[in-house]
T-cell receptor, first 114, second 111 residues
Framework: EPEVTQTPSHQVTQMGQEVILRCVPISNHLYFYWYRQILGQKVEFLVS????????KSEIFDDQFSVERPDGSNFTLKIRSTKLEDSAMYFCASSAAGGNSPLHFGNGTRLTVT | GDSVTQMEGPVTLSEEAFLTINCTYT??????LFWYVQYPGEGLQLLLK?????DKGSNKGFEATYRKETTSFHLEKGSVQVSDSAVYFC??????????FGTGTSLTVIP
């Protein structure tokens, strides 16, 4: 079964550094998402992406965050200047369509900001 | 706004016990409802879904019925196994592309 893959599985960075989290969504999917989960807390929506542009974003997704689909397969999340509170598990997801289509998640990247 | 409230954990059950994890939602209109499962060290996997009132989603012995009158989508399994130990998330999708997730309920099944 096709999978969403994310790299790296764990990223450690110093406060103020830029990080790029990478995702390869399922190949025929059209909608792409980033979610994050701070340890022990709710899974929070960050951003959705469709047709090469952001379709929705949450309050968490401020100017420090950006997303890109640089080619036909990758979908990246960049955090420009990381803060301690950015430490979380970041999940990429994709879906074939909108409406009732389920999300398919990757295994996540654990980001630790020191 | 749209939201999901699910039963707090952790839940610990003996093998073959009956499982219920409660989930209620707040949404205008008729969202689609989902249960996702997260096994240790893995991402969220779709367990089951229901897209309209009175639909029953089922998979791997788990079931949940979309109850519009009580705005609920409780997850049930008649006989849990050790391999069902995981975190379970209730979610809804309504307008736009956003999924709204509950806080997750951790289940541990002991032999």
């Amino acid at each position: 079964e096709p999978e969403v893959t994310q790299t790296p599985s764990h990223q450690v960075t110093q406060m103020g550094q830029e990080v790029i989290l990478r995702c390869v969504p399922i190949s025929n999917h059209l909608y792409f998402y980033w979610y994050r989960q701070i340890l022990g807390q709710k899974v929070e929506f960050l951003v959705s992406f469709y047709n090469n542009e952001i379709s929705e974003k949450s309050e968490i997704f401020d100017d420090q965050f950006s997303v890109e689909r640089p080619d036909g397969s990758n979908f990246t999340l960049k955090i420009r200047s990381t803060k301690l509170e950015d430490s979380a598990m970041y999940f990429c997801a994709s879906s074939a369509a909108g409406g009732n289509s389920p999300l398919h998640f990757g295994n996540g990247t654990r980001l630790t900001v020191t | 706004g749209d939201s999901v409230t699910q039963m707090e954990g952790p839940v610990t059950l003996s093998e073959e016990a009956f499982l219920t994890i409660n989930c209620t939602y707040t949404a205008t209109g008729y969202p689609s409802l989902f249960w996702y499962v997260q096994y240790p060290g893995e991402g969220l996997q779709l367990l089951l879904k229901a897209t309209k009132a009175d639909d029953k989603g089922s998979n791997k012995g788990f079931e949940a019925t979309y109850r519009k009158e009580t705005t609920s989508f409780h997850l049930e399994k008649g006989s849990v196994q050790v391999s069902d130990s995981a975190v379970y998330f209730c979610a809804l999708r309504y307008t736009g592309n956003q999924f709204y997730f509950g806080t997750g309920t951790s289940l541990t099944v002991i032999p």
